[in-house]
Protein backbone atom coordinates (compact mmCIF):
# COMPACT_ATOMS: atom_id res chain seq x y z
CA UNK A 1 0.00 0.00 0.00
CA UNK A 2 1.52 3.71 -0.87
CA UNK A 3 2.05 6.08 1.88
CA UNK A 4 -0.09 8.59 -0.10
CA UNK A 5 -2.28 7.85 -2.81
CA UNK A 6 -3.93 10.83 -4.72
CA UNK A 7 -6.85 10.07 -6.82
CA UNK A 8 -8.50 12.23 -9.25
CA UNK A 9 -7.79 15.54 -7.10
CA UNK A 10 -9.22 18.80 -8.31
CA UNK A 11 -8.74 21.99 -6.17
CA UNK A 12 -10.39 25.02 -6.84
CA UNK A 13 -9.54 28.76 -5.03
CA UNK A 14 -13.25 30.14 -5.90
CA UNK A 15 -14.42 29.63 -9.22
CA UNK A 16 -10.69 29.27 -10.12
CA UNK A 17 -9.77 25.85 -10.98
CA UNK A 18 -5.51 25.04 -9.73
CA UNK A 19 -5.32 21.54 -9.92
CA UNK A 20 -6.72 19.58 -12.60
CA UNK A 21 -7.69 15.47 -11.72
CA UNK A 22 -4.41 14.70 -10.22
CA UNK A 23 -3.79 11.35 -9.13
CA UNK A 24 -0.59 10.44 -7.83
CA UNK A 25 0.89 7.28 -5.57
CA UNK A 26 3.80 7.90 -3.35
CA UNK A 27 5.22 4.69 -1.28
CA UNK A 28 6.82 5.32 2.18
CA UNK A 29 10.14 6.25 2.38
CA UNK A 30 9.77 7.75 -1.11
CA UNK A 31 11.79 11.53 -1.57
CA UNK A 32 9.55 12.48 -4.64
CA UNK A 33 10.18 16.24 -6.22
CA UNK A 34 7.47 18.77 -7.45
CA UNK A 35 8.84 20.56 -9.97
CA UNK A 36 7.34 22.78 -12.65
CA UNK A 37 6.85 26.77 -13.64
CA UNK A 38 6.40 29.49 -11.21
CA UNK A 39 1.52 29.18 -10.15
CA UNK A 40 1.82 24.98 -12.12
CA UNK A 41 -0.02 23.99 -8.85
CA UNK A 42 3.10 22.27 -7.15
CA UNK A 43 2.68 23.87 -3.92
CA UNK A 44 -0.76 23.83 -3.95
CA UNK A 45 -0.74 20.43 -4.33
CA UNK A 46 1.49 20.21 -1.37
CA UNK A 47 -0.80 21.53 0.26
CA UNK A 48 -3.63 19.63 0.00
CA UNK A 49 -1.05 16.72 1.38
CA UNK A 50 -1.55 17.62 4.73
CA UNK A 51 -4.80 19.99 4.54
CA UNK A 52 -2.63 23.53 4.52
CA UNK A 53 -5.30 24.85 2.31
CA UNK A 54 -8.10 24.89 4.64
CA UNK A 55 -7.02 27.86 5.83
CA UNK A 56 -8.25 29.68 2.87
CA UNK A 57 -12.12 30.42 2.58
CA UNK A 58 -12.71 30.02 -1.07
CA UNK A 59 -10.64 26.66 -1.16
CA UNK A 60 -12.59 23.62 -2.58
CA UNK A 61 -10.89 20.01 -3.26
CA UNK A 62 -12.48 17.16 -4.81
CA UNK A 63 -11.37 14.00 -5.27
CA UNK A 64 -9.38 11.67 -2.67
CA UNK A 65 -6.14 11.92 -0.60
CA UNK A 66 -5.59 8.93 1.24
CA UNK A 67 -2.70 8.66 3.54
CA UNK A 68 -1.77 5.42 4.91
CA UNK A 69 -5.21 3.95 3.45
CA UNK A 70 -7.16 6.47 5.50
CA UNK A 71 -8.92 9.63 3.04
CA UNK A 72 -8.04 12.66 5.03
CA UNK A 73 -10.89 14.77 3.65
CA UNK A 74 -13.39 12.53 5.61
CA UNK A 75 -15.49 15.34 7.90
CA UNK A 76 -14.10 13.65 11.21
CA UNK A 77 -10.07 13.82 10.08
CA UNK A 78 -8.57 15.91 13.08
CA UNK A 79 -6.70 18.19 11.00
CA UNK A 80 -4.44 18.61 14.01
CA UNK A 81 -3.14 15.23 14.16
CA UNK A 82 -3.06 14.81 10.62
CA UNK A 83 -0.89 17.83 10.27
CA UNK A 84 1.58 15.92 13.39
CA UNK A 85 1.55 12.99 11.04
CA UNK A 86 2.63 15.10 7.82
CA UNK A 87 4.85 17.97 8.66
CA UNK A 88 5.88 20.43 7.10
CA UNK A 89 8.85 23.05 6.33
CA UNK A 90 8.53 26.25 4.81
CA UNK A 91 10.60 28.11 1.68
CA UNK A 92 11.14 30.62 4.66
CA UNK A 93 12.13 29.63 8.00
CA UNK A 94 10.37 30.97 10.75
CA UNK A 95 11.24 29.76 13.71
CA UNK A 96 9.42 30.78 17.20
CA UNK A 97 10.45 34.06 19.06
CA UNK A 98 11.68 31.77 21.74
CA UNK A 99 14.87 29.61 22.74
CA UNK A 100 16.26 26.95 20.29
CA UNK A 101 15.42 24.30 23.10
CA UNK A 102 11.82 26.08 23.32
CA UNK A 103 11.35 25.82 19.82
CA UNK A 104 12.11 21.95 18.86
CA UNK A 105 9.87 21.46 22.38
CA UNK A 106 6.65 23.16 21.67
CA UNK A 107 4.80 20.37 19.48
CA UNK A 108 6.34 18.01 21.70
CA UNK A 109 4.63 19.65 24.90
CA UNK A 110 1.21 20.87 22.96
CA UNK A 111 0.53 17.46 21.61
CA UNK A 112 1.84 16.00 25.57
CA UNK A 113 3.49 13.40 23.85
CA UNK A 114 6.18 13.35 26.30
CA UNK A 115 6.19 11.58 29.54
CA UNK A 116 7.79 13.97 31.55
CA UNK A 117 10.68 16.17 31.62
CA UNK A 118 13.32 14.00 31.15
CA UNK A 119 11.71 12.70 28.43
CA UNK A 120 11.26 16.15 26.86
CA UNK A 121 15.29 16.81 26.61
CA UNK A 122 15.89 13.51 25.10
CA UNK A 123 13.05 13.68 22.58
CA UNK A 124 14.62 17.79 21.86
CA UNK A 125 18.17 16.33 21.42
CA UNK A 126 17.07 13.86 19.26
CA UNK A 127 15.33 16.08 16.95
CA UNK A 128 18.14 17.89 16.62
CA UNK A 129 20.35 15.30 16.44
CA UNK A 130 17.96 14.38 13.39
CA UNK A 131 18.08 17.49 11.59
CA UNK A 132 22.13 17.47 12.02
CA UNK A 133 21.79 20.50 14.35
CA UNK A 134 22.79 19.12 17.85
CA UNK A 135 26.48 19.56 17.28
CA UNK A 136 25.89 23.25 16.43
CA UNK A 137 23.48 24.02 19.37
CA UNK A 138 24.03 21.97 22.20
CA UNK A 139 25.93 24.23 24.18
CA UNK A 140 24.08 27.23 23.30
CA UNK A 141 20.24 25.40 23.65
CA UNK A 142 18.28 28.17 25.78
CA UNK A 143 19.66 30.64 23.45
CA UNK A 144 17.51 32.65 20.90
CA UNK A 145 16.89 31.04 18.03
CA UNK A 146 16.74 34.41 15.82
CA UNK A 147 20.79 33.93 16.46
CA UNK A 148 21.38 31.07 14.50
CA UNK A 149 22.03 30.93 10.55
CA UNK A 150 19.56 30.98 8.04
CA UNK A 151 20.41 27.23 7.33
CA UNK A 152 20.47 26.11 10.93
CA UNK A 153 17.27 28.33 11.38
CA UNK A 154 15.78 26.21 8.48
CA UNK A 155 17.22 23.08 10.06
CA UNK A 156 15.69 24.18 13.39
CA UNK A 157 12.45 24.24 11.47
CA UNK A 158 13.06 20.91 10.43
CA UNK A 159 13.97 19.58 13.75
CA UNK A 160 10.46 21.02 14.94
CA UNK A 161 8.72 18.86 12.28
CA UNK A 162 10.70 16.32 13.54
CA UNK A 163 10.23 15.96 16.93
CA UNK A 164 6.35 15.64 16.96
CA UNK A 165 7.68 12.50 15.07
CA UNK A 166 5.94 12.83 11.49
CA UNK A 167 6.03 10.13 9.08
CA UNK A 168 5.82 12.17 6.07
CA UNK A 169 7.66 15.65 5.79
CA UNK A 170 6.28 18.60 3.48
CA UNK A 171 9.37 20.50 2.19
CA UNK A 172 8.51 23.43 0.10
CA UNK A 173 11.44 25.05 -1.41
CA UNK A 174 13.16 24.34 2.02
CA UNK A 175 16.51 25.85 0.37
CA UNK A 176 15.71 28.73 -2.13
CA UNK A 177 16.92 31.57 0.42
CA UNK A 178 20.33 29.77 1.44
CA UNK A 179 23.74 29.66 0.38
CA UNK A 180 25.46 27.20 -1.70
CA UNK A 181 26.83 25.20 1.68
CA UNK A 182 23.21 25.40 4.03
CA UNK A 183 21.51 24.18 0.70
CA UNK A 184 23.79 21.02 0.72
CA UNK A 185 23.54 20.00 4.18
CA UNK A 186 19.60 20.46 4.07
CA UNK A 187 19.81 18.33 0.58
CA UNK A 188 22.22 15.76 2.80
CA UNK A 189 19.73 15.76 5.53
CA UNK A 190 16.99 15.13 3.18
CA UNK A 191 18.97 11.83 2.10
CA UNK A 192 19.21 10.97 5.65
CA UNK A 193 16.18 11.50 6.75
CA UNK A 194 14.54 8.95 3.71
CA UNK A 195 15.62 6.31 5.88
CA UNK A 196 12.77 6.90 8.18
CA UNK A 197 10.21 9.01 6.53
CA UNK A 198 8.26 9.50 3.48
CA UNK A 199 9.38 13.14 1.94
CA UNK A 200 8.11 15.49 -0.51
CA UNK A 201 9.85 18.35 -2.20
CA UNK A 202 9.01 21.15 -3.99
CA UNK A 203 11.70 22.77 -6.04
CA UNK A 204 12.66 25.87 -8.83
CA UNK A 205 16.22 23.94 -8.17
CA UNK A 206 16.29 21.45 -10.75
CA UNK A 207 19.51 20.28 -9.71
CA UNK A 208 18.67 20.03 -6.53
CA UNK A 209 15.64 17.88 -7.50
CA UNK A 210 17.97 15.60 -9.77
CA UNK A 211 20.37 15.03 -6.26
CA UNK A 212 17.93 14.40 -3.74
CA UNK A 213 15.37 12.82 -4.90
CA UNK A 214 14.21 9.47 -6.15
CA UNK A 215 11.21 10.37 -8.09
CA UNK A 216 10.65 13.62 -9.77
CA UNK A 217 7.04 15.15 -10.24
CA UNK A 218 6.40 17.73 -13.20
CA UNK A 219 3.40 19.79 -12.89
CA UNK A 220 2.05 22.22 -15.18
CA UNK A 221 -1.24 24.76 -15.46
CA UNK A 222 -2.68 22.39 -12.40
CA UNK A 223 -1.52 19.74 -14.00
CA UNK A 224 0.54 16.50 -13.20
CA UNK A 225 2.14 16.32 -16.63
CA UNK A 226 4.72 13.37 -15.58
CA UNK A 227 5.94 11.25 -13.12
CA UNK A 228 9.31 9.07 -13.70
CA UNK A 229 12.59 7.54 -11.72
CA UNK A 230 14.22 11.04 -11.19
CA UNK A 231 17.06 9.65 -14.10
CA UNK A 232 14.56 8.95 -16.20
CA UNK A 233 12.94 12.37 -16.30
CA UNK A 234 16.74 14.21 -16.70
CA UNK A 235 17.88 12.12 -18.97
CA UNK A 236 15.33 10.41 -21.09
CA UNK A 237 11.70 12.36 -20.22
CA UNK A 238 8.08 10.17 -21.63
CA UNK A 239 6.51 13.86 -22.43
CA UNK A 240 7.83 16.71 -24.61
CA UNK A 241 7.57 19.05 -22.35
CA UNK A 242 9.27 17.88 -19.61
CA UNK A 243 11.75 17.73 -22.22
CA UNK A 244 11.50 21.31 -23.16
CA UNK A 245 11.09 22.54 -19.55
CA UNK A 246 14.61 20.13 -17.75
CA UNK A 247 16.50 21.85 -20.93
CA UNK A 248 15.28 25.08 -20.14
CA UNK A 249 13.69 25.39 -23.46
CA UNK A 250 10.06 26.48 -22.47
CA UNK A 251 9.05 29.44 -24.07
CA UNK B 1 17.27 34.13 -30.14
CA UNK B 2 18.82 31.05 -29.38
CA UNK B 3 19.58 30.00 -26.11
CA UNK B 4 23.48 30.04 -25.15
CA UNK B 5 23.44 26.07 -24.92
CA UNK B 6 21.95 25.37 -28.33
CA UNK B 7 24.28 28.34 -29.60
CA UNK B 8 27.58 25.88 -28.03
CA UNK B 9 25.49 22.46 -28.67
CA UNK B 10 25.57 23.68 -32.43
CA UNK B 11 29.09 24.68 -31.90
CA UNK B 12 30.00 21.12 -30.27
CA UNK B 13 28.45 19.68 -33.66
CA UNK B 14 30.16 21.47 -35.74
CA UNK B 15 34.12 20.77 -34.27
CA UNK B 16 32.94 16.85 -34.95
CA UNK B 17 31.76 16.84 -37.60
CA UNK B 18 35.33 18.88 -38.82
CA UNK B 19 37.08 16.14 -36.54
CA UNK B 20 35.15 13.22 -38.57
CA UNK B 21 35.50 15.07 -41.67
CA UNK B 22 39.35 15.40 -40.73
CA UNK B 23 39.66 11.82 -39.76
CA UNK B 24 37.70 10.26 -42.74
CA UNK B 25 40.67 12.21 -45.01
CA UNK B 26 43.23 11.01 -42.91
CA UNK B 27 42.46 7.00 -43.31
CA UNK B 28 41.77 7.66 -47.90
CA UNK B 29 45.08 9.58 -47.85
CA UNK B 30 46.69 6.39 -45.80
CA UNK B 31 45.44 4.11 -48.40
CA UNK B 32 46.08 6.46 -50.78
CA UNK B 33 49.80 6.75 -49.80
CA UNK B 34 49.91 2.68 -49.85
CA UNK B 35 47.92 1.91 -53.06
CA UNK B 36 49.80 4.36 -55.01
CA UNK B 37 53.09 3.93 -52.95
CA UNK B 38 52.95 7.54 -52.17
CA UNK B 39 55.31 8.04 -49.06
CA UNK B 40 55.48 11.75 -49.03
CA UNK B 41 51.80 11.55 -48.64
CA UNK B 42 52.18 8.55 -46.10
CA UNK B 43 54.78 11.55 -43.68
CA UNK B 44 51.59 13.95 -44.38
CA UNK B 45 49.04 11.57 -42.91
CA UNK B 46 51.63 11.22 -39.95
CA UNK B 47 52.43 14.77 -39.61
CA UNK B 48 48.55 15.52 -39.77
CA UNK B 49 47.53 13.62 -37.07
CA UNK B 50 49.05 16.11 -34.58
CA UNK B 51 46.17 18.14 -35.94
CA UNK B 52 43.32 15.68 -34.72
CA UNK B 53 44.98 15.61 -31.18
CA UNK B 54 44.40 19.43 -31.20
CA UNK B 55 41.18 19.03 -32.13
CA UNK B 56 40.31 16.16 -30.02
CA UNK B 57 41.79 18.16 -26.81
CA UNK B 58 39.32 20.97 -27.59
CA UNK B 59 36.42 19.19 -28.03
CA UNK B 60 37.37 17.46 -24.72
CA UNK B 61 37.47 20.88 -22.65
CA UNK B 62 34.86 22.70 -24.70
CA UNK B 63 32.50 19.00 -23.68
CA UNK B 64 33.35 19.99 -19.95
CA UNK B 65 33.00 23.48 -20.10
CA UNK B 66 29.19 22.96 -21.74
CA UNK B 67 28.91 20.22 -18.57
CA UNK B 68 30.13 22.62 -15.93
CA UNK B 69 28.55 26.09 -16.87
CA UNK B 70 25.27 24.94 -18.59
CA UNK B 71 24.25 21.41 -17.00
CA UNK B 72 22.26 20.23 -20.00
CA UNK B 73 19.87 17.80 -19.64
CA UNK B 74 17.72 15.12 -20.77
CA UNK B 75 18.31 15.37 -25.04
CA UNK B 76 21.06 17.88 -24.70
CA UNK B 77 23.15 15.71 -21.84
CA UNK B 78 23.02 12.93 -24.07
CA UNK B 79 24.52 15.11 -26.83
CA UNK B 80 27.19 16.18 -24.63
CA UNK B 81 27.93 12.88 -23.38
CA UNK B 82 27.72 11.36 -27.59
CA UNK B 83 29.97 14.02 -28.24
CA UNK B 84 32.75 13.30 -25.60
CA UNK B 85 32.66 9.69 -26.21
CA UNK B 86 32.64 9.75 -30.25
CA UNK B 87 35.61 12.26 -29.81
CA UNK B 88 38.06 9.56 -28.75
CA UNK B 89 37.28 7.21 -31.35
CA UNK B 90 37.55 9.47 -34.00
CA UNK B 91 41.27 10.00 -32.54
CA UNK B 92 41.88 6.17 -32.41
CA UNK B 93 40.43 5.70 -36.19
CA UNK B 94 43.02 8.41 -36.69
CA UNK B 95 45.41 6.56 -35.08
CA UNK B 96 44.76 3.53 -37.31
CA UNK B 97 45.04 5.84 -40.32
CA UNK B 98 48.35 6.78 -39.11
CA UNK B 99 49.68 3.14 -38.32
CA UNK B 100 48.46 2.44 -41.78
CA UNK B 101 50.50 5.08 -42.94
CA UNK B 102 53.26 3.78 -41.16
CA UNK B 103 53.00 0.80 -42.90
CA UNK B 104 53.00 2.11 -46.54
CA UNK B 105 56.55 3.75 -45.36
CA UNK B 106 57.98 0.61 -44.97
CA UNK B 107 55.81 -1.88 -47.53
CA UNK B 108 56.98 1.01 -50.37
CA UNK B 109 60.25 0.62 -50.12
CA UNK B 110 59.83 -2.74 -50.91
CA UNK B 111 58.85 -4.39 -54.33
CA UNK B 112 54.99 -4.39 -54.21
CA UNK B 113 54.13 -8.21 -52.58
CA UNK B 114 50.45 -8.37 -54.71
CA UNK B 115 47.90 -6.43 -56.64
CA UNK B 116 45.75 -4.12 -54.06
CA UNK B 117 42.40 -5.46 -54.21
CA UNK B 118 40.85 -6.32 -51.11
CA UNK B 119 42.26 -4.38 -48.71
CA UNK B 120 41.40 -0.54 -50.82
CA UNK B 121 37.75 -2.09 -51.17
CA UNK B 122 38.05 -2.71 -47.12
CA UNK B 123 39.22 0.75 -46.67
CA UNK B 124 36.29 2.02 -48.95
CA UNK B 125 34.00 0.24 -46.96
CA UNK B 126 35.27 1.37 -43.89
CA UNK B 127 35.71 5.27 -45.20
CA UNK B 128 31.77 4.59 -45.76
CA UNK B 129 30.99 3.30 -43.09
CA UNK B 130 32.09 5.99 -41.00
CA UNK B 131 30.87 8.51 -43.46
CA UNK B 132 27.58 7.79 -43.05
CA UNK B 133 27.72 7.10 -39.04
CA UNK B 134 28.55 10.69 -39.05
CA UNK B 135 25.93 11.89 -41.00
CA UNK B 136 23.41 9.77 -39.11
CA UNK B 137 24.93 11.69 -36.30
CA UNK B 138 23.85 14.35 -37.33
CA UNK B 139 20.25 13.31 -38.31
CA UNK B 140 20.16 11.74 -35.01
CA UNK B 141 18.89 8.76 -37.25
CA UNK B 142 18.92 5.31 -35.30
CA UNK B 143 17.48 3.30 -37.82
CA UNK B 144 20.46 4.32 -39.87
CA UNK B 145 22.58 3.55 -37.35
CA UNK B 146 21.05 0.19 -36.70
CA UNK B 147 22.13 -0.47 -40.33
CA UNK B 148 25.36 0.61 -40.21
CA UNK B 149 26.55 -1.57 -37.30
CA UNK B 150 25.23 -4.67 -39.73
CA UNK B 151 27.74 -3.34 -42.45
CA UNK B 152 30.58 -3.87 -40.26
CA UNK B 153 29.92 -7.98 -41.19
CA UNK B 154 31.01 -7.18 -44.46
CA UNK B 155 34.83 -5.73 -43.20
CA UNK B 156 34.74 -8.67 -41.32
CA UNK B 157 34.54 -10.93 -43.96
CA UNK B 158 36.93 -9.05 -46.11
CA UNK B 159 39.52 -9.27 -43.14
CA UNK B 160 39.27 -12.92 -42.80
CA UNK B 161 39.63 -13.60 -46.48
CA UNK B 162 42.83 -11.10 -46.42
CA UNK B 163 44.20 -12.99 -43.35
CA UNK B 164 44.01 -16.30 -44.96
CA UNK B 165 45.60 -15.23 -48.63
CA UNK B 166 48.38 -13.59 -46.94
CA UNK B 167 48.69 -16.65 -44.62
CA UNK B 168 49.23 -18.84 -47.70
CA UNK B 169 51.63 -15.88 -49.01
CA UNK B 170 53.96 -16.39 -45.89
CA UNK B 171 53.46 -20.37 -46.03
CA UNK B 172 54.57 -20.68 -49.80
CA UNK B 173 56.87 -17.81 -49.53
CA UNK B 174 58.46 -17.34 -46.35
CA UNK B 175 60.78 -14.44 -48.01
CA UNK B 176 57.54 -12.29 -48.27
CA UNK B 177 57.07 -13.27 -44.77
CA UNK B 178 58.09 -9.37 -43.47
CA UNK B 179 55.65 -7.57 -46.40
CA UNK B 180 53.02 -9.58 -45.99
CA UNK B 181 53.02 -9.40 -42.10
CA UNK B 182 52.83 -5.59 -42.58
CA UNK B 183 49.72 -5.93 -44.72
CA UNK B 184 48.40 -8.51 -42.46
CA UNK B 185 48.76 -5.11 -40.21
CA UNK B 186 47.02 -3.17 -42.37
CA UNK B 187 44.53 -5.23 -42.95
CA UNK B 188 43.94 -5.82 -38.88
CA UNK B 189 43.59 -1.33 -38.47
CA UNK B 190 41.02 -1.49 -41.28
CA UNK B 191 39.18 -4.20 -39.24
CA UNK B 192 39.15 -1.98 -36.31
CA UNK B 193 38.27 1.10 -38.10
CA UNK B 194 34.79 -0.49 -38.68
CA UNK B 195 34.38 -1.77 -35.31
CA UNK B 196 34.97 1.38 -34.08
CA UNK B 197 32.44 2.97 -36.56
CA UNK B 198 29.71 0.14 -35.09
CA UNK B 199 31.00 1.99 -31.39
CA UNK B 200 29.71 5.66 -33.16
CA UNK B 201 26.64 4.04 -33.94
CA UNK B 202 25.73 2.84 -30.64
CA UNK B 203 26.19 6.22 -29.62
CA UNK B 204 24.06 7.63 -32.08
CA UNK B 205 21.20 5.05 -30.86
CA UNK B 206 22.10 6.40 -27.38
CA UNK B 207 21.71 10.06 -28.39
CA UNK B 208 18.48 9.67 -30.15
CA UNK B 209 16.57 7.03 -27.70
CA UNK B 210 18.59 6.78 -24.87
CA UNK B 211 19.26 3.45 -24.80
CA UNK B 212 22.75 1.68 -23.97
CA UNK B 213 22.84 -1.09 -26.83
CA UNK B 214 26.77 -1.52 -26.50
CA UNK B 215 27.31 -4.82 -25.58
CA UNK B 216 23.50 -5.85 -25.89
CA UNK B 217 22.67 -8.63 -28.57
CA UNK B 218 19.29 -7.19 -29.05
CA UNK B 219 21.01 -4.09 -31.12
Same mark, same amino acid.
Given at each position: ??? !?????????????????? !?????????????????????????? &??????????? %??????????????????????????????????????PKSIFENVAYGVRINGIH???????????????????????????? &??????????????? !????????????????????????????????????????? !?????????????????? %??????????????????????????????????? | ??????????????????????? /? *?????????????????????? /???????????????????????????????????????????? #??????????????????? #????????????????????????????????????????????????????????????????????????????????? /?????????????????? /?? *?????????
Amino acid at each position: MSK !ISVSNLNFFYGKAQALHD !ISLDIPEREVIAFVGPSGCGKSTFLR &TLNRMNDTIPS %ARVEGQVLIDGKNIYEANTDVASLRRKVGMVFQKSNPFPKSIFENVAYGVRINGIHKDKADLNVRVEKALHDAALLDEVKDRMN &TSAFGLSGGQQQRLC !IARALAVQPEVILMDEPASALDPIATQKIEELVVELKKQYT !IVIVTHNMQQAARVSDRT %AFFMLGKLVEVNPTQKMFTNPDEKLTEDYVTGRFG | MDRIIDQQLDLLRDKLLLLGGTT /E *AALQRAMRSLTERDSKLAKQVL /EDDKIIDQMELDIDRFSVEILALQQPAAHDLRFVISVAKITPIL #ERIADHAGSIAKAALVLND #EPQLKKYVDLPMMADNAAEMLRTALDAFTAEDATASRRIIEQDKVIDKSYKRVFDELITIMIDNPSATASAAHLLFVAKHL /ERIGDYVKDICELNVYLR /EA *AFIKHSKIQ
